[in-house]
């Protein structure tokens, strides 16, 4: 929630003004600081975050440009917007000189005065951002919030630091990607970040019609429809200042993107039942594995309420597009489920991992941690097999290759084969069950790439 300090010696006029900002949205009453002095405003910017100091120029013996230049000697970032009776040009250009970021009269109209502070207020969040991403913000601060993302794929650390430096912006964040790729647990990091200490409730919003998302979000006060016997919260009330994570935001009717719509932008909803309208300082994260701009323009999905969202948005690569994240993946789950069950942790062979590396994993990383944790439960101490993983490999024909016994594959030869012959025979069978694969066949035989490229190449000549 947006933070104001209102600076003025007319203590009616500051809490007239406060009722007036607190009305029209542009922050909670209780966001909203009063000081009558250049001291008592001190104190306050020393012990709470102020987004933004509304300053009258006349402070009964105090001036105004005096205090103005006391907080930007204090906080040279601090935004300042000036307010006062006199309407003087001189006063105006000596204020900005001085760091002001504005000079407003008090008698302006109402609906003026708040279409420009929102607009100070937004370059103000844009400057933050910026800085933040400039400074290299994302090293300093939440640096373990994203520790349970696991990875080392270098566009994937891009968007992790990409996200701790929005973290300031009160905007909506929207996260795609295919299923299973780590959504969820990237927005849960983004808001340990963006409001540390602060509720966060997640709510899987496919399949809930109207009414039900109604319900859930903005909860209902008793008598609201048949059944309704007493109020209940919802979660936008239940989450405060704090973040609400809505998932599969793609499955969302469109009577339901009505609502969502204007929440996010007029930051208030009414519960169910109820002619009371009540503001909120969550913070928005959606998330889809749906492509909102193709629905869009099919219709499915309202524009509005998609560039709404899109302020801020990342697209999470699938497993597949970062196969160096499998084995450090691989190496986390063994761990984590060795230490689950109580097991010793086994030890994957360098060419099974390979292997691994080179399968498409449709269920992304959720698919890569359910296999580990199925090798390690029946795992019984030895080395796992690649007969093991064996249900994974249809698409490149690897089938029960850790059982000999099982094994389809034949040679045939009338007398006993030489290695080199052989090692030529085994890079053929390979060849073939990759489907022409040169990495796919160096993992089903242990041996490297390069070996076989050069055999080939060899062999060619």
Same mark, same amino acid.
């Given at each position: 929630?947006i933070?104001i300090?209102?600076i003025?010696d007319?203590?009616?006029w500051?809490?007239s003004?406060?009722r007036?900002?607190?009305?029209h949205?542009l922050?909670?009453?209780?966001n909203?600081?009063l000081s009558c ?9 020393k012990?709470?975050?102020?987004d ?7 402070l009964?013996?105090?001036?105004? %440009?005096? !205090?103005? @230049?006391? /907080?930007k ?5 601090q935004?300042?917007?000036i307010?006062t009776g006199?309407? *003087?040009?001189?006063?105006a250009?000596e ?5 002001a970021a504005d000079y407003?009269?008090k008698?302006?109209?109402?609906d003026?005065?708040i279409?420009?502070?929102r607009?100070?207020?937004k370059v103000?969040e844009?400057e933050?951002?910026n800085?933040?991403?400039?400074s ?5 601060r939440?640096?373990?919030a994203f520790s349970?993302?696991?990875?080392v794929?270098e ?9 701790k430096?929005?973290?300031e912006s009160?905007q909506?964040i929207?996260?795609?990607?295919d %299923?299973? !790729?780590? @959504?969820g /647990?990237l927005a849960?990091a983004?808001?340990?970040v963006?409001?540390p200490?602060?509720?966060f409730l *997640? ?8 009414q ?10 008793k008598?609201?429809?048949t ?12 989450a405060?200042?704090?973040?609400v994570?809505?998932?599969e935001?793609g499955?969302?009717p469109?009577?339901?993107?009505i ?10 909803y009414q519960?169910l ?9 969550a913070?928005?994260?959606?998330a889809t ?7 869009? @323009?099919?219709g499915?999905f309202r ?5 709404r ?6 697209r999470?690569?699938?497993?597949k597009?970062?196969?160096e994240?499998?084995?450090v993946?691989?190496d ?5 489920a060795a ?6 942790e086994?030890k994957?062979?360098a060419h099974?991992i390979?292997?691994?590396?080179t399968y498409d994993?449709?269920?992304n ?5 359910s ?9 019984q101490g030895e080395?796992p ?10 698409s490149?024909n690897?089938k029960?290759?850790?059982a ?8 045939s030869y009338?007398?006993?084969p030489t290695?080199?012959e ?5 890079i053929d069978?390979?060849?073939?069950a990759?489907?022409?694969s040169?990495?796919k ?6 041996i ?12 060619k000549?």
């Amino acid at each position: 929630m947006i933070n104001i300090l209102l600076i003025d010696d007319e203590q009616s006029w500051c809490k007239s003004l406060r009722r007036t900002l607190a009305n029209h949205g542009l922050t909670g009453y209780d966001n909203i600081f009063l000081s009558c002095c250049g001291a008592e405003a001190f104190r306050i910017l020393k012990t709470e975050k102020i987004d933004l100091v509304l300053l009258d120029l006349m402070l009964g013996s105090e001036m105004g %440009s005096d !205090v103005l @230049k006391k /907080i930007k000697d204090l906080c040279p970032s601090q935004t300042v917007v000036i307010m006062t009776g006199v309407n *003087s040009i001189h006063q105006a250009a000596e204020c900005m000189k001085q760091g002001a970021a504005d000079y407003l009269v008090k008698n302006m109209p109402v609906d003026e005065l708040i279409s420009t502070l929102r607009r100070i207020l937004k370059v103000r969040e844009l400057e933050k951002e910026n800085q933040a991403l400039k400074s290299g913000y994302f090293y300093s601060r939440g640096k373990d919030a994203f520790s349970e993302f696991i990875t080392v794929n270098e566009k994937m650390l891009n968007i992790i630091k990409y996200l701790k430096a929005v973290s300031e912006s009160g905007q909506p964040i929207l996260i795609t990607g295919d %299923s299973g !790729v780590g @959504k969820g /647990i990237l927005a849960k990091a983004a808001a340990k970040v963006s409001r540390p200490d602060k509720p966060f409730l *997640s709510l899987n919003v496919a399949g809930l019609d109207t009414q039900m998302f109604s319900d859930t979000l903005f909860g209902h006060v008793k008598g609201a429809f048949t059944g309704a016997e007493s109020s209940r919260q919802g979660m936008i009330q239940q989450a405060k200042d704090g973040t609400v994570f809505l998932d599969e935001i793609g499955d969302l009717p469109v009577q339901s993107q009505i609502k969502l719509l204007y929440l996010i932008q007029d930051r208030q909803y009414q519960p169910l039942g109820s002619d009371a309208v009540v503001r909120t300082g969550a913070r928005f994260i959606c998330a889809t594995n749906q492509n909102l701009e193709s629905k869009q @323009k099919a219709g499915e999905f309202r524009r509005d309420l998609f560039f709404r969202l899109n302020t801020h948005m990342v697209r999470v690569p699938s497993l597949k597009e970062r196969p160096e994240d499998i084995p450090v993946l691989i190496d986390h789950f063994i761990k984590e489920a060795a230490a689950e069950y109580g097991k010793e942790e086994p030890k994957l062979p360098a060419h099974m991992i390979s292997l691994l590396q080179t399968y498409d994993f449709p269920g992304n990383v959720r698919q890569l941690r359910s296999m580990v944790y199925d090798i390690v439960a029946r795992c019984q101490g030895e080395t796992p097999r690649l007969s093991d993983f064996s249900s994974l490999f249809e698409s490149i024909n690897v089938k029960n290759t850790g059982a000999p016994q099982e094994n389809k594959i034949t040679f045939s030869y009338d007398r006993l084969p030489t290695a080199e012959e052989m090692l030529n025979d085994l890079i053929d069978k390979a060849m073939e069950a990759s489907g022409g694969s040169q990495a796919k066949a160096a993992a089903m035989i242990g041996i490297s790439q390069p070996t076989i490229s050069r055999r080939l190449k060899e062999r060619k000549l």
